[in-house]
């Protein structure tokens, strides 16, 4: 018997999932929530700031792996063969020259430049609009491979908003790692930012990296966008890898602190979306839909069937950032379960007003469910309201994160479950503008596999996007997809499988549900889509 672990860090929270490689099997699994995050630290929505703590990290870390063993079999520790992390991103920080996060350091403990910057943050929104305007008049454009668009949310902006803004983090930062790059180097031991193997997936679809441009965008382009930019590049990475690679083994204080053996094998980190398709099953052409706060939509082709293809206003195309051998494609929507937690938010204000905290809570938690039932039970009309989905901005197809959200339509007869209804479906609007870009870029898509929290436990949100997309939705059977996804490339790096394909096959979830269009919906939903785009149009310009 041989066993792996999945690390899936999310937003909120680390999971550690103990797999057999055999089949895939569940072994056991445990959650940690972040307790500063929790607590609200280091952030500013109205500012869009999130910064978290690497202690955060570090903590759950240790308490997901130790939580999930003491729940395994006692045989189970000894016969860990490989761990694989996945994490959200882009979400960098900057290090010192021992690849040390600065806010690990004393004096930068209370610094939120010096954490790791969430990946939906957007106070970067002016440097990528610098790095998107000094593309197009280079001779070389560095965003062509990332859909000729750079986002906010991604490495560069990240570090070039923070090197202007933090005097004090500019002087100490060697280097710059992603979250999902530091981990995996916590694990072995050696966190040095010139050494450690750095994540195909991460440097391809956030840092503008690839082969043509031998590694990273130039450093005459870097300086020329700004000089605090120049001799950074050669403190990073020339080459990366994929996630069937070893980083190392672990290391032996590691090994001690969790109870596990020394051989184990630590994989190249990846990107949580990524991962999730690999543990989603994905085969070429078929979209997967990592549906929670936001969405991360993934899809992978042959190289030679669409490797000659540039794909405009989607987050990437990546030779091997989701399986080896095939370009991966991401796209995605900055929002998407959190606007229906922004529209519970605001209905929950008089509770939380003349209410305890725990009494508020509790029924807090009952109003997107009824909400969801009721709204079901509407008709669906051509005139009903209309809603946009950009409450955090635009992810794809064509970044635009000063966008904002929308609700037109509204009259004295509309009430909450009407505009709860408009807003699931602007989310579901939004999966049909990406589908469209792929679909009209060459690119088909010949199912819809939906993965994440909202695709288990809204059925509402999940038909009222079949009947959008005029598509069926398979629903994956595992609810840790990542995690699983995660294990998957532990299982290849460690050797237990010649491939990920092969690791897949045994491992990879299956599905326990598939939702069918309504065609007299679908019909009606051809012409609020393109009330949709029209707001979208009236709105953007």
């Not at 694990?187 to 440097?203: E, H, I, K, M, V």
Request: charge should be negative.
């Amino acid at each position: 018997m041989q066993y792996v672990i999945g690390l899936d860090y999310g937003t909120d929270s680390v999971r550690a999932l103990i797999a057999d490689t055999a089949d895939g099997r569940e072994v056991a699994s445990a959650v940690f929530y972040y307790p500063r995050w929790k607590a609200g630290k280091y952030c500013d929505p109205a500012a869009s700031q999130f910064r978290q703590h690497p202690l955060d990290y570090l903590e759950g870390l240790e308490n997901s792996i130790k939580m999930a063993l003491a729940q395994a079999p006692a045989d189970v520790a000894a016969n860990v063969v490989g761990i694989s992390v996945d994490t959200t991103g882009s979400t960098p920080v900057a290090v010192d020259q021992a690849g040390t996060p600065l806010a690990l350091l004393p004096e930068f403990g209370e610094n939120p430049n010096a954490m790791f910057i969430l990946w939906k943050d957007h106070t970067a929104n002016a440097e990528a609009d610098e790095i998107n305007a000094l593309a197009r008049r280079w001779d070389t454009d560095f965003t062509q491979y990332v859909g000729g668009i750079y986002s906010s949310e991604w490495f560069w902006a990240k570090i070039l908003h923070t090197l202007r803004a933090d005097e004090r983090v500019r002087r100490a930062a060697f280097s710059w790692v992603e979250h999902c790059d530091w981990i995996s180097a916590v694990l072995t031991g050696n966190t040095d930012p010139l050494q450690l193997r750095r994540s195909r997936c991460a440097a391809g679809h956030k840092a503008m990296w690839h082969e043509e441009f031998e590694g990273l965008p130039s450093e005459a382009f870097l300086a020329r966008l700004d000089p605090l930019l120049s001799g950074l590049r050669e403190r990073l990475f020339r080459h990366t890898y994929t996630a069937d690679t070893p980083m190392g083994k672990i290391a032996p204080e590691w090994a001690a602190r969790l109870g596990l053996s020394q051989q184990i094998v630590i994989g190249i980190g990846a990107f949580d979306a990524h991962t999730g398709a690999v543990g989603a099953g994905i085969e070429p052409y078929s979209l997967v839909r990592v549906m929670g706060t936001s969405t991360c939509d993934m899809l992978t082709a042959p190289n030679e069937e669409v490797g000659n293809l540039l794909i405009r206003g989607i987050c990437g195309q990546v030779d091997g950032s989701i399986l080896p051998g095939m370009l991966g494609m991401e796209a995605g929507q900055s929002a998407f379960g959190d606007v229906y937690a922004w529209f519970q938010n605001l209905l929950a204000f008089p509770l939380r007003t003349f209410l305890s905290a725990e009494e508020a809570e509790k029924i807090s938690e009952k109003i997107i469910p009824a909400l969801s039932e009721q709204a079901a039970a509407l008709p669906v009309t051509e005139h009903d309201p209309v809603a946009l989905d950009w409450f955090n901005g635009r992810r794809t197809p064509d970044a635009n994160h000063t966008l904002k959200g929308a609700i037109t339509g509204l009259n004295l007869g509309t009430d909450a479950p009407k505009v709860f209804k408009a807003l699931v479906e602007a989310t579901a609007f939004g999966a049909k503008r990406i589908v469209e870009r792929f679909q009209s870029e060459g690119v088909p898509i010949r199912q819809v596999i939906g993965i994440g929290g909202v695709s288990r436990k809204s059925p509402f949100v999940m038909q009222t996007l079949a009947n959008v997309l005029n598509m069926p939705i398979k629903i994956a059977q595992s609810e840790q997809a990542c995690a699983l996804g995660a294990a998957i490339c532990a299982a290849t790096a460690a050797g237990v499988y010649p491939s990920m394909s092969d690791a897949q096959a045994a491992m990879a979830s299956g599905y326990d549900a598939e939702f069918h269009p309504q065609p007299y919906q679908v019909a009606v939903y051809e012409k609020l889509y393109k009330r949709y785009v029209e707001l979208g149009e009236f709105v953007e310009g």
